[in-house]
């Protein structure tokens, strides 16, 4: 069955937004880039692990851990706003049959695929920031956010014929691996906040405590919109509509959240 083409006029509209972002993105980017490559001190990212065995002899049941490498952590959140201005301007330039094309089946795998790589980079960076360092977890807590950001795609593309009856398996799914790192996350900042008389240095930041709200906020806003597309209320049962409210989101979640953890990397007087 072939899709009927978008109308021309909301076609251009959508690529004007999509370039907008494009440089609104990418401007943050710079000004972000700049500012992590001068001799600002930031909190380093150090993932570690645990091996069992140490010179030779088992390690016991608590190893000692073991840095892999380090670099500073805001080049993590750098990486995030370029990721996004990306794929913004795939969709403006490049890919903008396939993107229009995509919008008439209802769906937009493009989307799918930047927010598995972008979230993640800053549901990652979030746990690190949470004291969340060892390279299991966090390999983990990055795959559950894949799967959860995939299911979102396999709902698009299984329901593509279905808008009227939709199967809501994806998306439960998708909940269910999403909500896996947040357990992890919220764990350690309630056991921090539990521990009295720690080091004023040993103590979650506080800014952590509110990116994690913000993004939790932020990640279930997203979750809201696809319920609001399928069950078509409001304006939302224009799938058009919600792709514009996808891109709002992108742009004001995502530059508050950079922003946020780009400044509580920052060490004073570094």
């Known amino acids: 069955?072939?899709?009927?083409?978008?109308?021309?006029?909301?076609?251009?509209?959508?690529?004007?937004?999509?370039?907008?972002?494009?440089?609104?993105?990418?401007?943050?980017?710079?000004?972000?880039?700049?500012?992590?490559?001068?001799?600002?001190?930031?909190?380093?990212?150090?993932?570690?692990?645990?091996?069992?065995?140490?010179?030779?002899?088992?390690?016991?049941?608590?190893?000692?851990?073991?840095?892999?490498?380090?670099?500073?952590?805001?080049?993590?959140?750098?990486?995030?706003?370029?990721?996004?201005?990306?794929?913004?301007?795939a969709a403006g330039w490049p890919l903008r049959a396939r993107y229009e094309d995509w919008l008439a089946r209802g769906m937009n795998p493009l989307r799918w695929v930047e927010y598995s790589f972008s979230s993640t980079v800053m549901i990652v960076a979030i746990a690190y920031?949470?004291?969340?360092?060892?390279?299991?977890?966090?390999?983990?807590?990055?795959?559950?956010?894949?799967?959860?950001?995939?299911?979102?795609?396999?709902?698009?593309?299984?329901?593509?014929?279905?808008?009227?009856?939709?199967?809501?398996?994806?998306?439960?799914?998708?909940?269910?691996?999403?909500?896996?790192?947040?357990?992890?996350?919220?764990?350690?900042?309630?056991?921090?906040?539990?521990q009295a008389n720690l080091p004023v240095d040993a103590g979650i930041p506080a800014f952590v405590y509110l990116i994690v709200g913000s993004l939790f906020v932020a990640f279930n806003i997203f979750a809201v919109t696809m319920v609001l597309q399928y069950r078509r209320i409001g304006r939302w049962s224009d799938y058009l509509a919600g792709e514009k409210t996808y891109m709002v989101m992108s742009l004001v979640a995502k530059s508050l959240l950079a922003w946020q953890v780009f400044s509580g990397t920052l060490r004073p007087g570094g």
């Not at 001799?39 to 016991?60: H, K, L, M």
């Not at 390999?139 to 809501?168: H, K, T």
Request: charged share 15%; aromatic share 12%; with cysteine.
């Open 129 to 194: 920031l949470s004291f969340i360092r060892d390279v299991p977890a966090l390999v983990a807590i990055a795959a559950s956010n894949v799967a959860m950001i995939l299911f979102g795609w396999s709902m698009e593309a299984a329901n593509e014929r279905r808008r009227e009856n939709p199967d809501w398996k994806h998306y439960v799914f998708g909940c269910i691996a999403g909500i896996a790192p947040w357990i992890g996350i919220f764990s350690i900042l309630v056991a921090y906040g539990a």
């Open 1 to 89: 069955m072939t899709a009927t083409a978008i109308p021309a006029d909301r076609a251009r509209s959508l690529v004007r937004w999509n370039r907008a972002l494009t440089f609104l993105h990418g401007i943050q980017f710079v000004v972000m880039l700049a500012v992590a490559s001068t001799d600002v001190a930031f909190a380093p990212f150090i993932p570690t692990v645990r091996p069992i065995i140490e010179d030779g002899a088992f390690a016991g049941i608590e190893p000692t851990s073991v840095e892999l490498f380090s670099f500073p952590l805001a080049w993590l959140i750098v990486s995030f706003l370029a990721m996004s201005a990306i794929a913004h301007a």
